[in-house]
C-alpha cells in the first residue's frame, strides 16, 4: 500500500465536522498513558472486534475501556450446547452481563454499560417494526450525550467503532457507528452541552475490520500450498467478489490470539467451539495473516500511513 498523509484538513474530515466539530481541539502528545475507547453494540462484540489488539495494548500499558450499548437482551442462544439451557432461557440478559464480566477479566479492559435495549436482528420480508424503545430507534444525539460524557471522563487518545454498514447490517451496530462518530465530534466542542464535561478532543477514530476478504484469501492461498483442507473453500467465490475496504492500520496479535479465544469463548451463550472463528487454526494465523484490521477515518493530527500502531502519531 503507498504511504499517504491523511491530515487534519482531509476533506472527510471536514465534512464530519460541518455540524460544528473542532479539527482545532488541542489533542494530547506523548501522553504519560495511552488511553484507548472501543465502542460495541452487545457484549460479546469486544471479543469478536479487536480483541487481541485490545489484549496487546494492557499488555504494553496502555488504559483500555470496552463501552458496550446494549445488555444483548434480544439476542439468540447461538452455541447448540447450551440452546435449552434453563437459566440462559429463562434470563439470557444476566447470563450475558456474567458472560461479559469473564471475558473483561481475561482481556484485562475496563467496561462500561451504556444501558439501551437491544433492538434484535429484524427478519422477514418485508422486515418487522424494530420493537418500541430499543436502541437503534433512540434519536442517535440523544444516545450520543451518554457516551460524549465518558469520553470527556476518559480522555481516550484514540476510538474504535464499526464503519457505516456496522460491519454487518445489525440495527444496533449501524446506531453504535452513528453515535460512535458524533460522540467524536461534539465531545470536542467547547459549546456543546458543558455540563457535560470539559471537552475532549480524541485524535483518531478507527474503523474494525472483521475478515476482510484480503484475509480469507490469504488464508485459502497459505491452504493451498501447505495442502490443508480449507474449511471455507465453499465461500471462496463470495469472498473473492467483496469489495475491500481500505486497511490503513494493522496490528500484529499473533502473541495473542489465545487470549482473544479464551474473551470469545467466555461469551458461552453466543459463540460456537466449533463453529467459524474457531474453523482456522492459530498456527495457521500466524503465519497466514497475524494482524487485527482497521480503517483510520478520521484524524486530528497528521499521520503517515500504513501504520502498524493505533497510537502512530501519539506517543513520541
Known amino acids: 500500500m503507498p504511504k499517504a498523509a491523511l491530515a487534519p484538513s482531509d476533506e472527510t474530515f471536514k465534512a464530519l465536522l460541518k455540524h460544528g466539530g473542532h479539527p482545532e481541539a488541542e489533542v494530547e502528545k506523548n501522553p504519560c498513558r495511552l488511553r484507548l475507547m472501543a465502542v460495541h453494540a452487545h457484549p460479546d462484540d469486544e471479543s469478536s472486534k479487536g480483541a487481541g489488539t485490545m489484549a496487546r495494548y494492557v499488555d504494553e500499558g496502555a488504559e483500555v475501556t470496552v463501552v458496550t450499548c446494549t445488555g444483548g437482551e434480544r439476542g439468540d442462544i447461538l452455541n447448540p450446547r447450551l440452546k435449552d439451557d434453563p437459566e440462559a432461557n429463562a434470563d439470557l440478559s444476566a447470563v450475558r452481563h456474567r458472560e461479559m ?111 476482510p476478504p484480503a484475509q480469507m484469501i490469504a488464508y485459502a492461498k497459505y491452504m493451498r500450498e501447505h495442502a490443508l483442507e480449507n474449511p471455507f473453500e465453499a465461500q471462496m467465490e463470495y469472498f473473492e467478489g467483496l469489495d ?38 492459530n498456527e495457521i494465523k500466524r503465519e497466514a495473516w497475524p494482524t487485527e484490521d482497521f480503517q483510520l477515518r478520521h484524524s486530528r493530527i497528521g499521520v503517515t500511513l500504513p501504520e502498524s500502531d493505533l497510537f502512530e502519531g501519539i506517543r513520541q
Open 101 to 211: 464480566d469473564r471475558a473483561r477479566e481475561i482481556l484485562g479492559i475496563n467496561q462500561v454499560w451504556l444501558g439501551y435495549i437491544d433492538s434484535g436482528l429484524p427478519e422477514g420480508d418485508p422486515l418487522p417494526a424494530l420493537p418500541q424503545g430499543c436502541f437503534a430507534l433512540i434519536d442517535p444525539e440523544e444516545a450520543a450525550r451518554p457516551l460524549v460524557k465518558l469520553v470527556r471522563e476518559l480522555r481516550p487518545h484514540v476510538m474504535l467503532t464499526y464503519d457505516e454498514n456496522g460491519g454487518y447490517p445489525h440495527p444496533d451496530h449501524i446506531h453504535t457507528h452513528k453515535i460512535s462518530m458524533l460522540a467524536y465530534e461534539l465531545a470536542a466542542d467547547p459549546n456543546y452541552m458543558p455540563e457535560l464535561g470539559e471537552p475532549w478532543a480524541v485524535a483518531k477514530i478507527y474503523y474494525q475490520l472483521l475478515f
Open 244 to 281: 475491500q475496504r481500505p486497511i490503513t492500520t494493522r496490528i500484529n496479535v499473533s502473541r495473542y490470539l489465545e487470549v482473544r479465544d479464551a474473551a470469545l469463548l467466555a461469551h458461552a451463550t453466543q459463540v460456537d467451539p466449533d463453529g467459524f472463528f474457531f474453523a482456522v487454526s
